[in-house]
């Protein structure tokens, strides 16, 4: 039997194929619908046939690049999402999708590569923010480029702190959860005084999830496991916070595989990450982190439940080396 969502996606593209060009905004209302669902499958069944090599229709373009990324196929999201901001530059969306899709490229490319999708996506959120200068996604984005890509590639802490300020006045939490990721919270007494120049953040999960991720990136695994554990311990008061606990119960997971520590603690996290059905593009890694888990736990029974199936499945080639590996 069809799954709802598999019907759904087959009368679209039913509809799409009958009436060859969909009007614009229903077609993206629809393709939308099916993103929020996380059925970018059914939305590339419905967009692959109306976009072809002479495509130059910006919106059909953009929308099956946004797709394609949603998919992780990143490159193809580029080339497409290029060629929809050559045929309109001055689209918020398009600009700041076509950044995205460069800056994932640019964090597995090699270095000579990565030099040059970096340039490319902060040029395309500058625009995107110039474009939507009401929009807090612009700052956020640009803002987080800057403060983490290393100089040569762009970065500017000084820039970033800059639009940090700017963001504050439009949005209060959010200045100030971009704010986090530009600061030093490994050091106790930057984080310290974070924590006495603001009540908004004291309570919330980011705060603490983004002092892990510092204290993981230099391999201080017991305080990255702790502060995650202050993380998951403050309240999901919004889809924000919602999405942080999220995050960091995958990273606990992930860093209790890495650190060989707090193996039980990383073992529920993930079962509870996975049980919230997260981004398809990010279950298949979940699920190996959990196997790897269990077997750290002694019990390679719940190991090789999950790897088998896990590599008869998965189409993610360095995954399927990773479990050929371990069975």
Known sequence: MRSPLLFSGLLL???ALQANTA??????DEVKALWQANDYA????????LVTKKTKDAQLLALLGRTQAGLQNMQRAEELLEKAIKYDANNADYQHWYATASCNLAGSASMFSALGYAKRCKKAYEAAL???????RSYIALGSFL???PSIAGGDRDEALELVAQLKQLDQLQGELLQL???????DASFKQLLAETEL??????????RAMQFAHVENYSAAISALQQALSQPAADDDAVASQAESRYQLGRIAVLSKTAVAEGIAAMQQYLAQTPDKARIDWAKFRLAQLHLLADDKAKANAIMQPLLAATTDDKLK???KKLL
Not at 23 to 28: G, I, K, N, S, T
Not at 42 to 48: D, F, M, R
Not at 181 to 187: F, H, I, K, M, Q
């Open 130 to 136: 110039k474009l939507a200068p009401e929009n807090p």
């Open 181 to 187: 990721r530009v600061s030093d919270l490994a050091d």
């Open 201 to 210: 953040l004291s309570t919330r999960p980011e705060l603490y999830f983004q």
């Open 321 to 323: 080396d990773e479990l």
């Open 42 to 49: 059914a939305a590339e069944a419905l967009l692959t046939p």
């Open 23 to 28: 009007e614009p905004q229903v077609l993206a």
């Open 13 to 15: 593209l039913s509809s």
């Open 147 to 149: 403060a983490q890509a």
